[in-house]
């Protein structure tokens, strides 16, 4: 099948700056570069003359009430089962600052506690401290790095200590926190034996949910990207986010959440998704909530790099094209949920915290929140963490915390709206630590009192005496006049009726397939056959990008290494048209892509220069730093824009945040590049459960494209290979079938700059987006013989999965050679010095989906080969080798032999004479 996707205007004059083009350089400087502005300097506020006077007055007092401040939450009420004994903090002591709680004396205030009275006694304001800092509700916050945010939570806390909830907010938070248990009792009652991992015990969690969501919507934040582990998801999903209650029954009862005609195999009911519009007043919000592996906090990026996304989507802050008052994060909020054992042991947690502040990364403060249940699956705090606090890893980023006790819903309230305000004002993470605890095992049908005897004696005691959060809570507004028993009654008895006549509806319930909407109407899932789609490009326009691509302003000083071999290099190439490179072929296909109208974000460890030095889409000044990026300035008013994301040394977190990016518009291309090949496994957990598997379960279309330097060079064991192996156990192609564009993820493995841009063009131009997988070049990158023309790219052209040996006298050729990626040109050299007229040499340059018929095209063409033989220079027990052998014997009724090296436990020696005996033999073989 041949589809064509063409670019129908051709610029033929150099383009003039685009009105946003303050946004393509000067990184350090004052503007920025697409995707990165610098944060606005914060507002100093300054303390009084008089206020100053008197802290120096009275300096022990201001001394002992920074200590609360400080140090107050080590003994605050936050643990609603009482396990913890509250300790004495000694520089909490009146003594130490020279106060006795007997006297009488009046101490002046001003400038030491906020908003409360001029004058008192130290006992009233001890008193006053121990309410604000020690109570059910407390906030770390001596950690954050300037003091205009100490003096904000201070000021906060302080000025509305005492405040309560208007009574109609108390109505509808007991009416939230009901309808949850009823819920759960439902769910336990019709489905006794299914693991639902509910949120008994933690209920206020859904009054977090919903002060966050509102105040959101009042802040005119357009969207949430939720990243949630299991948890309480099903509460919140029926709860609030509008899932329909029979799509949970359905999987409860083992049926699929797909409509029929769909691919997809689906996933457990703990990890549905939901995107919902909700509407508070005059206010509306779009909710996502992403799905998660089982693989706890691994969705973190994902969240944060899907917020990112809809950042870029809405052209917010970074990508804004115009200077104005607005902040980061003014549009889109990611909001963090998290289990207390897995956020103090999950790497990935410290690595995405890490991306929080970072340029190209920053979302403008995520807010966290934690479900404290006081224990993992079996092991308690003590055993499961070495700090005080589950919360404590956040500080690793001056992170505020505040913690709060999930005994008191209202207390969690004031929790959420702090922790927004504290984002809103400042864009930064905080996280809000909500201590509870957990009504049953790990789900409902484990019995945690084997490892937990105590804590689930007071659990069970609470439940036996009608002492549940909801209960509780409920209760005492009915002591309070607010509430009466009937009115709780009706909202539990509304709230079965309807579940019930949801469960009825169970099995007449028609599930619909919600992907392929809004961004990504026009798209389609794949179909089972292999299309060609033409990637060519007018060679005028590819021209003209080429020579813009390494266009520099005057007065940028570029390095004189790089207008030697970069800029005057490409430009001479661009006019004779041959010799194009790997890093040239690549900026032709971003070029050309940015002026279709996709934009591209290139992210990893040196990308804007490249590993190896080859890429440089970035160029600095060598006199200020200033970083400019040609491809952004090619035509005035420019559709498509590149953002270069220099990482962290991540790959979990960055990778996890590129696919994030990848799921939320399929206009843009993200590219994700390991430093080198074999460091992909760092985020081997984000591959497994959602690059190679987020279609398959969620239907989530992701068209993230992973370069994965590869080749054995004599690097050593961790330099060599990006293991094509895994790659291809993790594909869903058959062994025993023709392969379709359906496969779940593309592996390929191209040996010429002209194949690299089609690969990435088709990324682009297709109906459908799949995660590319491309073992990368190293030593191909500067390789004479690996250079493509502008023809190659021209109109009409298009990758080739399979490309044939033009050089073969097809009539001689008596042994067939198989190869893939760089190998190629060892063995081309090789029988080119052996005068073998009887060996062709096929490349196979896409591995999966496998080309059978492209193959067998090449194939049949020598008749009077008897031998067929695959040639790879990995071991035996890697690369290509056990994925092509059966499909060759399969599909193609062709037995190859195998040449290459023997198997071994690593992927290459560390000996360089053993190294070099390797790669000759792996050659010479072929040909013996």
């Not at 610098?38 to 009430?65: M, T």
């Not at 957990?438 to 659990?459: A, C, V």
């Not at 032709?588 to 890429?615: C, E, K, P």
């Amino acid at each position: 099948m041949f589809r064509c996707l063409g670019i129908q205007k051709i610029i033929q004059t150099h383009g003039k700056r685009c009105n946003g083009a303050f946004l393509s350089r000067e990184y350090h400087a004052k503007h920025g570069v697409f995707g990165y502005r610098p944060k606005k300097a914060p507002k100093e506020e300054k303390v009084s003359n008089e206020a100053i006077q008197n802290r120096i007055h009275n300096a022990n007092l201001l001394r002992l009430v920074s200590a609360y401040r400080d140090h107050g939450h080590k003994r605050a009420r936050i643990d609603p089962l009482g396990l913890n004994t509250i300790e004495e903090i000694e520089s909490l002591n009146p003594e130490l600052y020279g106060f006795s709680s007997q006297e009488s004396t009046s101490l002046d205030l001003q400038g030491i506690l906020h908003d409360w009275k001029e004058s008192a006694t130290i006992t009233d304001v001890l008193k006053r401290l121990e309410d604000i800092y020690c109570g059910p509700l407390a906030v770390e916050f001596h950690q954050l790095a300037t003091e205009e945010e100490k003096d904000w939570f201070s000021r906060q806390l302080e000025q509305h200590h005492g405040k309560t909830l208007p009574v109609d907010r108390k109505k509808e938070l007991a009416k939230i926190l009901l309808e949850s248990q009823v819920f759960d009792n439902f769910m336990a009652t019709k489905f006794t034996t299914v693991k639902r991992y509910g949120g008994e015990g933690a209920e206020a969690m859904m009054g977090f949910f919903d002060q966050v969501f509102r105040q959101a919507a009042e802040d005119d934040i357009q969207d949430i990207v939720l990243g949630m582990p299991h948890r309480g998801r099903l509460n919140l999903l029926a709860g609030m986010l509008n899932i329909p209650p029979e799509l949970l029954f359905r999987k409860m009862r083992g049926m699929p959440e797909f409509p029929d005609g769909v691919q997809g195999s689906g996933d457990v009911l703990s990890h549905l998704t939901a995107s919902t519009d909700l509407q508070y007043e005059d206010n509306s919000i779009h909710v996502t909530m992403i799905p998660n592996p089982s693989h706890l906090e691994a969705c973190n990026p994902v969240a944060a790099g899907k917020t990112r996304a809809a950042q870029l989507h809405l052209k917010e802050w970074d990508y804004s094209e115009e200077e104005d008052d607005s902040q980061r994060g003014d549009k889109v909020l990611c909001l963090q949920i998290h289990g207390d054992a897995a956020f103090t042991s999950q790497g990935v947690v410290a690595e995405t915290l890490g991306l929080a502040d970072l340029p190209h990364y920053h979302v403008g403060g995520s807010v966290h929140f934690i479900a404290n249940n006081q224990l993992g699956f079996t092991t308690d705090a003590k055993r499961g963490r070495s700090s005080r606090y589950s919360s404590d890893i956040a500080k690793m980023i001056d992170c505020a915390v505040i913690h709060v006790n999930g005994d008191y819903p209202e207390e969690v309230i004031k929790a959420a709206r702090l922790a927004m305000a504290y984002r809103q004002t400042f864009r930064k993470d905080v996280v809000v630590d909500m201590l509870c605890f957990r009504r049953w095992g790990h789900n409902e049908l484990d019995d945690p009192s084997f490892t937990q005897p105590n804590m689930y004696k007071i659990i069970r005691g609470r439940y036996d005496t009608g002492k549940s959060v909801p209960d509780v809570y409920a209760d005492q507004l009915v002591s309070d006049g607010l509430l009466t028993k009937e009115e709780i009654g009706k909202i539990n008895a509304d709230c079965m009726t309807k579940l019930g006549e949801h469960f009825q509806k169970l099995e007449s319930f028609p599930p619909q397939a919600r992907h392929l909407q809004k961004q990504w109407t026009g798209l389609v899932q794949a179909s089972p056959q292999i299309t060609t789609w033409d990637t060519g490009v007018d060679t005028n326009l590819l021209k003209y990008v080429g020579a813009k691509s390494v266009e520099v302003p005057s007065d940028l000083a570029v390095h004189p290494h790089l207008q030697k071999t970069l800029v005057d290099v490409r430009k001479k190439k661009m006019e004779a048209g041959t010799g194009l490179d790997w890093a040239t072929a690549e900026a032709l296909a971003v070029g050309s892509l940015l002026y279709q109208g996709f934009n591209v974000r290139i992210s990893g460890q040196d990308v804007g220069r490249g590993t190896f030095s080859h890429r440089h889409f970035m160029l600095i000044d060598q006199n200020d730093d200033r970083m400019h990026i040609p491809l952004n300035d090619i035509v005035e008013n420019q559709p498509g824009y590149l953002e270069v994301a220099n990482s962290s040394l991540s790959e979990e977190a960055v990778l996890g945040f590129e696919y994030g990016m990848s799921i939320e518009s399929p206009k843009n291309l993200i590219i994700w590049e390991a430093q080198f090949g074999d460091f992909f496994n760092g985020a081997q957990v984000i591959i497994d459960t959602f690059v190679a598997s987020g279609e398959t379960k969620w239907l989530l279309q992701s068209g993230l494209t992973i370069f994965l330097p590869h080749g054995m060079d004599g690097a050593g064991p961790e330099h060599s290979s990006c293991r094509i192996e895994r790659w291809l156990q993790l594909c869903d192609s058959k062994e025993d079938a023709v392969d379709g564009d359906n496969i779940n993820m593309q592996v390929v493995n191209p040996t010429t700059p002209a194949q690299y841009f089609h690969l990435l063009r088709r990324q682009m131009v297709r109906n459908f987006r799949k995660p590319l997988v491309v073992v990368g070049p190293k030593i191909l990158l500067r390789l004479p013989a690996a250079t493509s023309s502008l023809e190659d790219m021209g109109p009409g052209t298009f990758f080739k999965p399979v490309i044939g040996d033009k050089s073969a006298d097809q009539t001689r050729v008596t042994r067939v050679v198989l190869c893939s990626g760089k190998h190629y040109y060892g063995l081309a050299k090789e029988r080119d010095a052996r005068g073998a007229a009887d060996v062709a040499i096929i490349r196979i340059e896409e591995l999966c989906p496998f080309p059978m018929e492209a193959i067998m095209e090449e194939i049949k063409k020598y008749s009077k080969a008897t031998e067929f033989i695959w040639s790879q220079e990995e071991h035996r027990n890697m690369g290509a080798w056990s994925f092509v052998h059966p499909r060759f014997e399969n599909l193609l009724a062709c037995k190859l032999k195998y040449v290459g090296r023997g198997v071994l436990a690593t992927p290459a020696v560390g000996v360089g004479e053993v190294h070099q005996a390797e790669a000759k033999q792996v050659i010479t073989d072929a040909f013996a």
